[in-house]
């Protein structure tokens, strides 16, 4: 709860307010009993209509007050849990797009998805209700049990005996509740992600047609979420049929006793009938206090879900100048002895459950081992090799997005650990494996964002041979593309992709498999033009086919995450068995 306080304390005078309102207006509908007991005992009797009349007004404006104050009250509530988890969901996105490579593989993009929909709605469903609820329903438990002794202590016993008894049960089954709800949450993890993965991968599903083959696996998930859903909901619900079986037969003791009562004289007709009112009041404070748990054990789950992001330490801090490494070589970009692991972290202290249960049984398998080159400025550098072995892995450490294991990586003479994030990244020019177009305009998804001139704009989609077809288009740049460029095809996507990465004129520009949907004239027009207009930008180019990398200064063949050869084009094919095949294969000869 520290966690959702942090966020709620910033508006503790809109809450204090509200919840005065929602307490002045719960203590008028606790007079409303009162007031009939009244009426019907004390005023009636007199047979005088005006002052029957007058309470009868006093009745109604309590009424309204009842329900305006409340319309009052739950706007309030409403406006702070809504500006409360706007500022959360704020700092959950801002956490989660700055988490660290090896954070990212720890929560799981599916859970982060989750912890962003379904975990801040939980939340603010408890805030919202707290302020409401939260206050009400104790007040006509308590406020009705105390009323009820001034009127008739033998009725009110009844009720006294049995408050305690349901409070404690509300508390206990709540309490049970909260790890029931953080498996339901996993569930919820595991939906997200076969649907992401489905929606993803929906053309080779149906071309597959493993439809089916999906649909029972997502219905296995979906069982598992389901039984899971159902126990939490079946402990959660089990305080209300035995409160309202326990108030029910209170409430026929009341009427049986107070029936013997009235006829002896003891007690008034209008005692009975407002005792019969404190108790609906009683019961519905009940059922509110256990609803109020209720989602204080979803909220409480999820909380702590959102804070494991929110609160998680910054992996990839920049270090002092002092801390950094030095290195003696002269070169723009230099690898030096690099080795890195993907799998089980560490130090694993302070993650979730479900983040290690992702990781059980991974060993720390070694994906790039004593990776040492170096590429000099306005140079260009190939990197080949087959899947898996390691190849995307070292842009990732040249970005930092993971710190390596072993050895270090610099950038113009500076240690990559010793850059501030976003002067690091702003060097970059990149287009990723499996990229993302948006849905947005052609002119959005190049500038992105950042302050590119249209001259530049213009150009750099010249240079990523995108010009043509985008101009071709009747509303050129401004032409929207759909969700993940679907309306593209995929050279066109790769070639829009390009432009972005050339737009910002970066110093060095990486591209990481980025032209295998084009064709061969337009990928060799492509890199003329990146030599001719780029040439002071160092160029790293990931490519599977020998044609799209030869012509760079240096070439790197990759095997299972070591370097097996390194050199010119024609170097390698003296002296690299492996670059030899791949050429023999693509190629035709040797």
């Known amino acids: 709860m520290k966690f959702i306080l942090s966020y709620v304390k910033k508006y503790r005078a809109m809450v204090a307010v509200g919840m005065l309102i929602k307490l002045s207006a719960a203590l008028a509908e606790l007079l409303l009993p009162y007031v009939l007991e009244h009426l019907i005992d004390d005023v009636a009797p007199l047979q005088k209509s005006g002052l029957v009349l007058a309470w009868g007004i006093v009745m109604l404006l309590l009424v309204v007050y009842v329900r305006q104050a409340n319309v009052k009250a739950n706007r309030t509530a409403v406006g702070v849990a809504k500006r409360s988890i706007y ?3 704020r700092d959950l996105f801002w956490k989660s797009v700055n988490l660290s490579g090896g954070q990212l593989d720890e929560f799981g993009l599916p ?3 989750s912890r962003m929909t379904s975990d801040s709605y939980n939340l603010q469903s408890f805030i919202q209700s707290s302020q409401t609820m939260g206050i009400r329903a104790p007040i006509l438990l308590f406020g009705g049990i105390t009323i009820t002794l001034t009127m008739d202590v033998g009725l009110a016993a009844i009720l006294c005996i049995m408050a305690p008894i349901l409070i404690t049960a509300v508390v206990f089954v709540s309490m049970r509740g909260i790890p029931l709800y953080e498996r339901v949450q996993k569930s919820v993890d595991d939906i997200v992600r076969i ?3 489905n929606i993803t991968g929906i053309r080779v599903v149906k071309a597959l047609s493993k439809e089916a083959y999906e649909m029972r696996r997502f219905g296995e998930t979906n069982q598992e979420m389901a039984s899971r859903d159902i126990k939490a909901g079946i402990i959660m619900a089990l ?11 209170g409430l026929t003791i009341v009427v049986v006793v107070g029936a013997y009562r009235v006829n ?3 007690t008034q007709p209008g005692v009975i009938l407002a005792f019969l009112t404190y108790f609906n009041m009683i019961l519905m404070g009940v059922m509110g206090l256990n609803r109020i748990f209720m989602l204080m054990s979803k909220a409480n789950a999820s909380a702590n879900r959102i804070a494991a992001v929110v609160n998680s330490q910054d992996e990839l801090v920049p270090i002092s100048a002092e801390n950094a490494a030095k290195t003696t070589r002269e070169e723009y970009i230099v690898f030096e002895h690099v080795n890195f692991s993907y799998g089980k972290p560490e130090h694993s202290e302070g993650l979730e459950t479900d983040a290690l249960e992702r990781f059980d049984g991974l060993e720390r398998q070694k994906c790039l081992e004593d990776i040492d080159f170096a590429v000099k400025k306005g140079g260009s550098l190939g990197i080949i090799g087959a899947t898996g072995c390691g190849k995307t892995t070292i842009i990732n450490l040249l970005m930092r997005f993971y710190d390596a294991d072993e050895g270090h990586i610099f950038i113009d003479g500076k240690d990559v650990r010793s850059y501030d ?5 702003r060097l970059f020019g990149v287009v990723f494996q499996n990229d993302v177009i948006f849905a947005d305009s052609l002119k959005e998804n190049i500038s992105f964002g950042r302050d590119v001139p249209e001259e530049n704009l213009v150009d750099a989609a010249g240079d990523a041979m ?12 401004d032409h929207k593309a759909v969700v993940r460029g679907a309306n593209l095809s995929g050279g066109q996507r790769q070639r829009v992709l390009i432009a972005r990465a050339l737009a910002a004129a970066p110093r060095i520009l990486v591209l990481d498999d980025s032209s295998s949907a084009l064709d061969y004239k337009t990928d060799a027009a492509l890199r003329r033009a990146i030599r001719e207009h780029h040439a002071d930008t160092t160029t790293i180019i990931i490519a599977q086919r020998i044609s799209s990398i030869m012509s760079l200064d240096d070439i790197i063949m990759l095997d299972e995450g070591k370097i097996i050869g390194h050199g010119t084009h024609e170097e390698l094919l003296q002296d690299c ?12 000869n040797l």
């Open 87 to 89: 500022e959360i969901r």
């Open 111 to 113: 859970s982060l998805n």
């Open 195 to 197: 649907m992401r993965e």
């Open 239 to 249: 305080p209300g049929p035995i409160m309202t079986f326990l108030l029910n037969i």
């Open 264 to 266: 002896g004289g003891v």
């Open 421 to 425: 994030r976003d002067e690091l990244h």
């Open 466 to 477: 995108a010009r043509e077809f985008i101009e071709n288009y009747e509303d050129t740049y």
């Open 577 to 588: 068995t492996m670059y030899q095949e791949i050429y023999r294969t693509q190629m035709g």
